[in-house]
């Protein structure tokens, strides 16, 4: 299939000395981020600024989604030094809104459950007034481990949606549609700020995007990104169209009328983006 020609408004720049010391704080510490190992195209912007969105539970992922860049593998055992490190390099970053992901460790027992609640609990040890936002994976639809991260109460629990329902099987590798609808519902049950986001761009239909949409707010979910999915390598999933930006802005209207709360659209827009705008 030919690739699309990526047009200009997704030309991106990185570089700065915020930059360079976000990323000396990020390596010295032994971190992984999303921003580097998914290609985030607001890298730039982010850790020009001094955020970055941390992942935990290592950079090795046991699912293949064909979307994502993360390596995908046999993880390495966890870091028990790891909710440390995070903790601490929020505190050198001085960040007010801290966001951590995570890959999917449906290797443990637990499927990292624990990790997630010992990683929240000594970020707020370390920087009580650090607001903190998580971007879970779905643990297989068992909802005692997603109660079990909710009763850390993060400020912002956020699970993707990723596409339509249609296109889920494709896009990814063992997550469900009904699945994460049921890990969001459960989160907003919880009485938390329950957060989703979706990629466009490939092959869905708007028809296709509102229909998320009224699936997410029937589980009360309030907070939405959407943004254009970006191919990482010849390996991933291609590119089937690039939205415009005026596009972006209606699907924003159009979900702002739906009743969520806060939404971010547009094309460089991804889980963690302006991500303290949604408190």
Same mark, same amino acid.
């Given at each position: 299939?030919?690739?699309?020609?990526?047009?200009?408004?997704?030309?991106?720049?990185?570089?700065?000395?915020?930059?360079?010391?976000?990323?000396?704080?990020?390596?010295?510490?032994? $971190?992984?981020?999303?921003?580097?190992?998914?290609?985030?195209?607001?890298? /730039?912007?982010?850790?020009? =600024? &001094?955020?970055?969105?941390?992942?935990?539970?290592?950079?090795?992922?046991? =699912?293949?989604?064909?979307?994502?860049?993360?390596?995908?593998? =046999?993880?390495? *055992?966890?870091?028990?030094?790891?909710? #440390?490190?995070?903790?601490?390099?929020?505190?050198?970053?001085?960040?007010?809104? #801290?966001?951590?992901?995570?890959?999917? @460790?449906?290797? $443990?027992?637990? $499927? &990292?459950?624990?990790?997630?609640?010992?990683?929240?609990?000594?970020? %707020?040890?370390?920087?009580?007034?650090?607001?903190?936002?998580?971007?879970? *994976?779905?643990?297989?639809?068992?909802?005692?481990?997603?109660?079990?991260?909710?009763?850390?109460?993060?400020? !912002?629990?956020?699970?993707?949606?990723?596409?339509? %329902?249609?296109?889920?099987?494709? !896009? @990814?590798?063992?997550?469900?549609?009904?699945?994460? +609808?049921?890990?969001?519902? %459960?989160?907003?049950?919880? /009485?938390?700020?329950?957060?989703? /986001?979706?990629?466009?761009?490939?092959?869905?239909?708007?028809?296709?995007?509102?229909?998320?949409?009224?699936?997410? @707010?029937?589980?009360?979910?309030?907070?939405?990104?959407?943004?254009?999915? +970006?191919?990482?390598?010849?390996?991933?999933?291609?590119?089937?169209?690039?939205?415009?930006?005026?596009?972006?802005? =209606?699907?924003?209207?159009?979900?702002?009328?739906?009743?969520?709360?806060?939404?971010?659209?547009?094309?460089?827009?991804?889980?963690?983006?302006?991500?303290?705008?949604?408190?």
């Amino acid at each position: 299939m030919e690739r699309i020609k990526k047009p200009d408004w997704l030309k991106i720049k990185i570089g700065g000395e915020r930059y360079s010391d976000t990323q000396g704080i990020v390596d010295s510490h032994g $971190l992984h981020t999303i921003c580097s190992s998914g290609k985030c195209p607001n890298i /730039g912007e982010c850790w020009g =600024r &001094g955020t970055a969105t941390f992942m935990i539970g290592g950079d090795i992922c046991t =699912r293949s989604c064909k979307f994502c860049n993360t390596k995908t593998g =046999r993880p390495l *055992p966890l870091n028990s030094n790891e909710p #440390a490190n995070i903790a601490n390099s929020i505190q050198l970053m001085g960040l007010k809104h #801290a966001v951590i992901t995570s890959v999917d @460790r449906d290797d $443990l027992p637990d $499927l &990292g459950a624990q990790h997630w609640v010992d990683t929240i609990n000594k970020i %707020r040890e370390v920087n009580p007034s650090t607001t903190i936002e998580v971007l879970v *994976p779905d643990f297989q639809g068992k909802l005692d481990l997603v109660d079990l991260v909710c009763n850390a109460q993060p400020d !912002v629990i956020s699970h993707n949606i990723e596409t339509v %329902r249609r296109l889920t099987p494709e !896009v @990814r590798s063992a997550a469900k549609y009904d699945v994460s +609808l049921t890990v969001l519902k %459960r989160i907003a049950e919880n /009485g938390l700020k329950a957060k989703s /986001g979706l990629m466009v761009g490939l092959g869905e239909t708007v028809d296709e995007i509102i229909q998320v949409m009224d699936d997410l @707010r029937a589980v009360n979910c309030s907070v939405l990104t959407i943004g254009q999915y +970006l191919q990482p390598t010849r390996k991933h999933l291609p590119v089937k169209s690039y939205m415009h930006p005026d596009e972006f802005k =209606r699907l924003k209207d159009i979900a702002i009328e739906k009743g969520f709360n806060h939404v971010e659209s547009g094309p460089l827009v991804r889980s963690s983006y302006h991500a303290e705008n949604c408190l």
